[in-house]
């Protein structure tokens, strides 16, 4: 199921966008998503920041006053007042969101088909006992399947929980390493952090403020600490292209194309680029995982059928050679 908080951000943005792009002012627009919004919850939350906008707050100031905006929403809406291209702003989160929510719907759509046949398998395979032990006997195998592999996904399920909220450094650092998903997560994040720095950068933000901005809406740790390490060398006066090179979060091609963008200036339009061709990794990231899923579940059923059919035909042998 997909993260009901992220839908809910979804449906928010979209709607607040289509408003103010109508020349609908903001306090106008939250006025209308009080009392439209489909959540209950996101209708009191509109009312709350209607409130807050009525006593000469911006909308920025408002979001963030409520931990359910990312810091990063509010400092990035924050750069689109002040750069008078609010629409911009929240068209580009809009847009970050709708491909977070695409790419978690293709993932959970892949995942149904083998999760529906390694459950099938656990009920199939007991078939080949139900003349010896009868139905009560086949329930009973089901059962002695089932409770070890959904107790063994239970306790897998708990420790990442335990380890991402309370040991989130190592959680972080370890889920790097885990082959597609780590690539998926540095494609991901990298994405994140360059559509959001064009987004500022297009909005009259300086590189430096940009890249700390764009730092800090990366969740992982590790990914996180990699970045702010960069701002230190853009502080002290080093170019775009030294510190995303120092960061060792982007391909080389990424590199090149920055180093094209200190020739011309256009910034903006280059993390533009680099942004979609990051993009359509994580697209190919993502199929590759779907169809290779599948053929991992395969396998791993293929394996179980085999042991059990192999158990099967020794214990009938045994039996044979036992009263010969």
């Known amino acids: 199921m997909i993260s009901s908080k992220l839908n809910r951000l979804r449906i928010f943005y979209q709607e607040l966008f289509s ?25 009191n939350m509109a009312k709350e920041i209607k409130k807050i906008i009525e006593r000469g707050n911006p909308l920025s100031e408002a979001l963030g006053q409520f931990s359910f905006f990312p810091k990063w929403h509010s400092q990035i809406i924050r750069a689109g007042e002040v750069g008078g291209n609010l629409n911009n702003v929240l068209d580009r989160i809009v847009n970050y969101l709708e ?23 656990i009920f199939l395979i007991p078939l080949a006992n139900i003349l010896q032990g009868g139905v009560s006997g086949y329930f009973s195998d089901v059962i002695k399947i089932f409770i070890p592999i959904y107790a063994l996904i239970f306790i897998f399920v708990l420790l990442i929980k335990i380890f991402s909220t309370y040991f989130k450094p190592i959680n972080d650092c370890l889920i790097l390493f885990i082959p597609f998903l780590g690539r998926f997560i540095r494609n991901i994040h990298a994405t994140k952090f360059i559509r959001t720095l064009q987004c500022l950068c297009e909005s009259g933000v300086t590189i430096v403020q940009g890249w700390e901005v764009s730092t800090n809406s990366c ?23 030294d510190a995303f090179e120092k960061s060792k979060l ?60 192999i158990t099967f035909y020794m214990k009938q042998f045994n039996s044979v050679f036992s009263i010969m």
């Open 19 to 43: 408003l103010i792009e109508s020349k609908i002012t903001v306090l106008e627009s939250i006025d209308i998503l009080s009392k439209h919004l489909p959540s209950m919850k996101l209708r």
């Open 99 to 121: 491909k977070e929510y695409d790419t978690k719907r293709q993932l959970i759509t892949g995942l149904i088909y083998p999760i529906i046949l390694f459950n099938l398998a």
């Open 219 to 241: 969740d992982n740790w590790a990914i996180k600490k990699r970045l702010g390490k960069c701002l230190t060398s853009l502080t002290r006066g080093g170019n775009l292209q």
């Open 250 to 309: 982007f391909p080389g091609k990424t590199i090149s194309m920055i180093a094209t963008t200190n020739k011309s200036g256009d910034i903006g339009a280059m993390l533009g680029r680099i942004a979609i061709f990051n993009e359509k990794q994580s697209e190919l990231i993502t199929q590759l995982f779907i169809k290779i899923f599948p053929i991992f579940i395969y396998l791993i059923v293929a394996a179980y059928i085999g042991f059990k059919v």
